[in-house]
Nanobody, 122 residues
Framework: QVQLVESGGGLVQAGDSLSLSCAAS????????MGWFRQAPGKEREFVAA??????SSFDSVKGRFTISRDNAKNTLYLQMNSLKPEDTAVYYC?????????????????WGQGTQVTVSS
């Protein structure tokens, strides 16, 4: 079973950049599809981006501003967020999917981190 720990969240201003990390342990990180989700107050958790074992990525509405990447040697997933907007404010979660295919739904993922808060002020 893989354990996931996110870091890098914080308070930034609109237009700033922020980089999130997700450290994985206890499992074969390189074999998992990895994803980022976020949940704003009063809203459901939503898909942000996912990356396959080989590096193929998928994005939702953040495409062009956010970049997802992974370092299998370091068992770490990243989310680079640029041109942040107040509507990007949310708790960001990383997740692992024990499958070959990219997933965009919360239920597609088997393991979750505890989340890291990102707050973007206007």
């Amino acid at each position: 079973q893989v354990q996931l720990v996110e870091s890098g969240g914080g308070l930034v201003q609109a237009g700033d950049s922020l980089s999130l990390s997700c450290a994985a342990s206890g499992g074969a990180f390189s074999t998992y599809v990895m994803g980022w989700f976020r949940q704003a107050p009063g809203k459901e958790r939503e898909f942000v981006a996912a990356i396959s074992r080989s590096g193929t990525s998928s994005f939702d509405s953040v495409k062009g501003r956010f970049t997802i990447s992974r370092d299998n040697a370091k068992n770490t997933l990243y989310l680079q967020m640029n041109s942040l907007k107040p509507e990007d404010t949310a708790v960001y979660y990383c997740a692992a999917r024990n499958d070959l295919l990219l997933g965009r739904r919360s239920r597609d993922y088997d393991y979750w981190g505890q989340g890291t808060q990102v707050t973007v002020s206007s």
